[in-house]
């Protein structure tokens, strides 16, 4: 099973809903109606399945840590650093990315590469890790 599909699984499990449609202001989105949580995804924005584990963990991330904020809601950083976090812990552990250094991997996109993920993804991966307190509680 790939990781998009156990993304998927983990969702139906959870009981969220994710859709396929055309999103003008974003990629993805995460909902919550009447007490229930949908994700919204337009995959004619994305070119690779890969790209779509992203955006699917990410938004799963915001269900996961309960980070959902109001459209225009300025305080929203918090809330898109814990489901970024989120979506890098599910998708490259901190093994993981060990592992990618000791293959040699020193540029953004020899990382990206290795992992199999987005160049941007992978930029955010290499800061989150550089950060020593987070190396430190995956250990």
Not at 19 to 32: D, G, I, R, Y
Not at 61 to 78: F, I, P, S
Not at 82 to 91: M, Q
Request: proline share 3%; glycine share 6%.
């Amino acid at each position: 099973m790939t990781i998009l599909e156990t993304l998927y699984e983990q969702a139906r499990a959870d009981g969220i809903a994710v859709e396929h449609f055309p999103l003008p202001e974003t990629v993805s989105v995460c909902v919550l109606v009447e007490g229930k949580r949908y994700i919204g995804i337009d995959r004619t924005q994305l070119e690779t399945s890969y790209e779509e584990a992203e955006c699917l963990a990410h938004e799963l991330g915001h269900c996961r840590t309960d980070t959902l904020y109001a459209l225009g809601e300025k305080n929203r950083k918090k809330s898109e650093q814990r489901a970024t976090e989120w979506a890098i812990l599910r998708l490259i552990p901190y093994r993981r990315f060990q592992k990618a250094l000791k293959n040699g991997c020193r540029e953004v996109w020899e990382f990206a590469e290795e992992l199999g993920i987005s160049y941007r993804f992978a930029e955010k991966v290499i800061a989150y890790y550089a950060n020593p307190t987070h190396r430190l509680t995956q250990s």
